[in-house]
């Protein structure tokens, strides 16, 4: 049963003690840090903290706490995560990992050597919807994995750091593009290397240095592809949406804008609708419970339930590390508009996997391309002869 320290108690650091305090409540969150003695303490009142302080290290050295939740902006986490592994804390943190995968690797090494319980707080590959979409994919229902497309694009963030390049380390591809990676990562297989990566990243509107659009390939080993579209400039509310297609299937998941709960509504009596909603009045697409229809819940038992048995949570650092490695890539080809290979120094998924064997066998001769029923009654295969490459048809009834 840990005791936590949440550094930080902003947008996240909300969403994370309501989902720690809402399903497990045995759990407790007994010191909190902020930059604000207000914020800090009105924190503390809400989440019943018995500690709340202004000096990081404090929160994160008090003899109570065991574990560290790290909700800070991205350029503080490195900081943050030195100070657990100076304080031999366990540590979970929200994601991006780091600004860059030189940041995300010295986490990596730092809380190893230091031997530090890590998790890696992503938790849109938590979501209900997509832990049964993954049940499916590992259980073969979709065959082999072709490609993985995961798109999160909303109106854009709630906090001015995220807006400036030094403090957040990039724009919407470091932001969402880090959720967006890891979702179809875990559908092609975790074990799988990514190999290069192609990408187009634009500033469309906003006055940044940094992008506010992007769509970007991922390249795996097995010949499977990633795709990522993400987006700061996007109207109409938080588009949360996977596909993933297979040599025997297709999925396809919407986690926020069509949810199975429509509504309209006038304006009277008007109430917050779910995250990044522009709207409240009109037609509007309510999230029945976003913490855990955002993975919160689920995401927040397995870190407990790991720490407890003394096991890996699903997601620790090595994946954050992964993750910062494919969006360096990217970012190096938006530049260079070249395939841009993916830099792992430290990788431990298989190596030499090369694409598994798709031909289905017609007869002796033949390979199966394609049998379908027309409209007009007639059942057709097209076969392609084994030697001497000819496509031929048959019509069969
Ligand atoms: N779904 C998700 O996983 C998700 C969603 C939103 C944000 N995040 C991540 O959570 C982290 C925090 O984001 P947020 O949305 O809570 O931000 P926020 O601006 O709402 O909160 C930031 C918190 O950090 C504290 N802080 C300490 N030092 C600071 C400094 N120098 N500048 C600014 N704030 C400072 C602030 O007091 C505040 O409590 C980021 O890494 C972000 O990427 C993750």
Redo the contacts with the bound molecule.
């Keep these: 049963m840990p005791q936590i320290a949440m550094?930080?108690?902003?947008?996240?650091?909300?969403?994370y003690a309501d989902s720690i305090l809402g399903q497990r409540s045995r759990d407790k969150i007994v010191s909190v840090?902020?930059?604000?003695t207000e914020?800090?303490g009105a924190?503390a009142m809400k989440y019943g903290c018995v500690h709340a302080t202004t000096d990081?290290e404090v929160a994160i050295a008090h003899p109570e706490v065991d574990m560290i939740c790290?909700?800070?902006?991205?350029?503080?986490?490195e900081a943050a995560v030195m100070l657990c592994c100076k304080h031999g804390k366990a540590v979970m943190?929200?994601?991006?990992l780091g600004r860059t995968a030189a940041e995300a690797r010295r986490m990596l090494e730092a809380v190893e050597k230091a031997g530090i319980f890590n998790g890696y707080?992503?938790?849109?590959v938590y979501t209900p919807k997509f832990l049964k979409a993954l049940d499916s994919v590992q259980n073969g229902a979709l065959g082999r994995i072709l490609w993985a497309k995961s798109r999160e694009t909303h109106p854009g963030?709630?906090?001015?750091?995220?807006w400036d390049l030094e403090?957040?380390g990039g724009g919407c591809i470091l932001?969402l593009g880090?959720?967006c990676v890891e979702i179809a990562r875990s559908f092609i297989g975790k074990d799988i290397r990514p190999v290069e990566v192609m990408c187009w990243a634009e500033t469309q509107v906003k006055p940044i240095e940094a992008e506010d659009h992007a769509i970007g390939l991922v390249k795996y080993e097995n010949g499977a592809i990633g795709q990522f579209e993400v987006s700061w400039t996007f109207r109409g509310g938080l588009d949360l949406r996977d596909e993933v297609m297979g040599t025997e299937g297709t999925l396809w998941i919407n986690n926020f804008l069509r949810t199975g709960l429509e509504m309209f509504t006038t304006g009277k009596g008007a109430d917050y609708v779910s995250e990044k909603a522009e709207s409240n009045t009109g037609w509007l697409f309510p999230v029945g419970d976003e913490l855990n229809d955002?993975g919160?819940n689920h995401m927040f038992t397995d870190v407990f339930n790991a720490f407890e048995q003394g096991r890996a949570p699903r997601e620790t650092f090595y994946d954050g590390y992964v993750v910062n490695a494919i969006l360096d890539a990217a970012y190096r080809s938006a530049r260079t508009k070249l395939w841009e290979p993916v830099v792992l120094d430290v990788w431990r998924g298989r190596t030499g996997v090369t694409r598994d064997s798709h031909l289905t066998e017609y007869d002796q001769d033949h390979y199966l391309i394609k049998e379908e029923t027309t409209h007009y009654g007639a059942r057709k295969v097209i076969l392609k002869h084994k030697t001497t490459g000819q496509i031929t048809e048959r019509v069969l009834s």
């Design positions: 550094l930080g108690s902003g947008f996240i650091a909300r969403f840090y902020s930059r604000r914020s800090a924190f990081m790290i909700a800070l902006p991205n350029d503080l986490h943190t929200t994601k991006p707080l992503e938790d849109l963030p709630h906090s001015d750091w995220f403090h957040a932001d880090c959720h955002l919160y």
